[in-house]
């Protein structure tokens, strides 16, 4: 058990719609990033944010987007969503947010869009 | 941009020794990781090199040329329980701590 929660564990939607993916970091951890798995891509970044801000940004695209709260819990916010966007959603958290330092995956969530 | 490889596939023999590599083309990195992935899971952390040469944590290994470009992992005394995915990641110089990972090594072990 990484320490880092995520919820829900599954999701199954339909085209258009919009879900909502939270995730706890590990306590005292300050920064947190979003990846996406799906089976032709490998493991994508997504965004990353410390203590409350955003530091980086992938290939995130335009329909997705995440904030950082004050208790440091992340959502990921995907909206009218496409069949391509089923995939395994991972947020991870380390305690710092450069130069280094190990990342933390939580369990995912899984998305599936019919 | 930076490309990260990785053999897609390896099949080795349980109390074997099996030795992944990960080569890339980047400009400049602070860091390379190793995570091991079992389907479906989360992927977990393995090694973390920044320097070269090895860097040893218990069955496993993790070795950095920076000048070649290229890294190994080293699983000694494979178990059936390593069968699983193997990714190396860097952190790129300039991108936040974000980590960019390669294809991956599905490793299958067997008896």
């Known amino acids: 058990d990484s320490g880092v929660t995520q919820t829900p564990k599954h999701l199954i939607t339909a085209t258009g719609q919009r879900v909502t993916l939270r995730c706890s970091p590990r306590s005292g951890d300050l920064s947190v990033y979003w990846y996406q798995q799906s089976l032709d891509q490998g493991l994508q970044f997504l965004i990353q944010y410390y203590n409350g801000e955003e530091r980086a940004k992938g290939n995130i695209l335009e329909r997705f987007s995440a904030q950082q709260f004050p208790d440091l819990h992340s959502e990921l916010n995907l909206s009218s969503l496409e069949l391509g966007d089923s995939a395994l959603y991972f947020c991870?958290?380390?305690?710092?947010?450069?130069?280094?330092?190990?990342?933390?995956f939580g369990p995912g969530t899984r998305l599936t869009v019919l | 941009g930076q490309n990260i490889d990785q053999p897609t596939e390896m099949t080795a023999t349980e109390g074997a020794i099996v030795q992944i590599n990960c080569t890339y083309q980047t400009s400049g990195f602070n860091g390379l990781f190793w995570y091991q992935q079992h389907a479906g899971e989360a992927p977990t952390f393995l090694s973390y090199n920044v320097l070269d040469g090895l860097e040893e944590k218990g069955r496993f290994s993790s070795f950095l040329s920076r000048s070649k470009g290229y890294s190994y992992l080293l699983l000694k005394e494979l178990q059936m329980k390593d069968s699983a995915s193997y990714l190396c990641a860097l952190i790129l110089t300039g991108g936040g701590n974000k980590l960019t990972f390669g294809t991956g090594t599905q490793l299958k072990v067997e008896l």
């Open positions: 991870a958290s380390s305690e710092r947010g450069q130069r280094g330092g190990e990342q933390f």
